[in-house]
């Protein structure tokens, strides 16, 4: 992107992104950019000025990322925001997946309203130091459907950052919808003037997932968004051996439950056994998974988070897996790659200090 105007894939003639004439000029015909710069704030915004001063108590601003859906970017910044507030910072967490927003559900605040004060919109707090910001407390019913064309989705993303009132924030995590449309240009848009940390992106093993994710990388890269590190989610299912169900097929096709008789088997003869961990793999991986999308395109990788029924039920039931000893598996792994994260930011003597 030149000047970070000009997308590599647009037309000839292309007149920026930032133009007035953006996806509207001659030469944005047949443009694969056209939709998203013909909706895409333009101009100077009056609206950035607001968002900056509200963005000044904010010192870090993260983003998760995804180009494809269902592969657990919202149970990723739901874990990282419950890791970070352990850690003794203060941290909120915005959601602007406006036509499916989970992070309610996924922190246990559905039914929850917001509030207005004279200070602006007062984010729904689940602890004292971890604040919640979302669509999903708007809605009167939540199973309404949101309908909304890309304008009226951006007007609410910047009525997020300028009227929600976060207070000193150590950490703002945005969990974003998948994909590299509307939502994406103005978040981006708007934070830059207060500077973004940059961003996490999420992705399963398999092609068909890392072809989306690609083409995330390459946004990033083209608005001049730094990318944090890339997470591999879904990573083989890891279970213990004491969670697992054992059956066996009968000659007439019929399923017997051998769970318990094999449970009382093991104890009995090597009970050592029952503290295994079983993995398989789910996804195909064979091409080199995020790792090797990492190196071909040179950005970080941070691990691997296996699939784990535990975490599944604890995003469930908007719990924090770090309090949930059941997650045995996926804590430890999420655990790491946030240290990773913060290691790599410079930002480990900041949680060292906060939990001394």
Not at 79 to 108: E, N, T, W
Not at 208 to 217: H, P, Q, T
Not at 296 to 305: A, I, N, R
């Amino acid at each position: 992107m030149e000047d970070g105007e000009v997308p590599e894939n647009a037309n000839d003639n292309c007149p920026g992104t930032a133009s007035e004439a953006a996806g509207k000029a001659d030469a944005c015909q047949g443009c694969p950019n056209q939709q998203a710069c013909a909706t895409a704030p333009k101009g100077p915004d009056p609206d950035l000025v607001a968002i900056a001063e509200r963005m000044a108590t904010v010192k870090h601003k993260i983003l998760v990322l995804s180009g494809k859906g269902g592969v657990g970017k919202s149970t990723f910044s739901a874990q990282l925001s419950f890791a970070l507030a352990s850690m003794d910072f203060q941290v909120g967490l915005l959601d602007i997946d406006i036509c499916g927003p989970s992070i309610p559900k996924m922190l246990g605040l559905e039914g929850q309203d917001i509030h207005q004060s004279n200070l602006g919109w007062s984010p729904v707090y689940l602890e004292s130091n971890l604040g919640v910001m979302s669509i999903g407390f708007m809605l009167p019913n939540p199973d309404d459907a949101v309908i909304w064309r890309g304008p009226r989705k951006n007007g609410l993303i910047k009525q997020f950052l300028k009227d929600v009132y976060w207070g000193e924030l150590d950490f703002l995590v945005v969990d974003a919808p998948p994909g590299t449309s509307d939502e994406h240009i103005s978040i981006v848009q708007c934070l830059q003037v207060s500077g973004i940390d940059g961003a996490i992106i999420i992705t399963t093993p398999q092609q068909v997932s890392l072809i989306d994710v690609r083409k995330e990388v390459s946004f990033c890269k083209k608005v001049g968004l730094p990318v944090l590190g890339v997470v591999e989610n879904m990573s083989g299912l890891c279970q213990r051996i004491t969670d697992l169900k054992f059956t066996k097929m009968t000659d007439t096709g019929e399923e017997r439950d051998l769970t318990q008789w094999l449970m009382e088997y093991l104890k009995e003869k090597d009970p050592e056994l029952l503290e295994l961990v079983a993995s398989t793999e789910i996804f195909d991986s064979s091409s080199g998974g995020a790792m090797r999308m990492c190196r071909e395109m040179e950005v970080p990788f941070l691990g691997k988070v296996p699939l784990d029924p535990h975490l599944c039920k604890a995003a469930e039931e908007g719990r924090s897996c770090f309090s949930d000893q059941k997650c045995s598996v996926s804590a430890p792994a999420l655990k790491r790659i946030i240290d990773k994260m913060l290691e790599n930011q410079g930002l480990s003597a900041m949680a060292i200090d906060n939990s001394s």
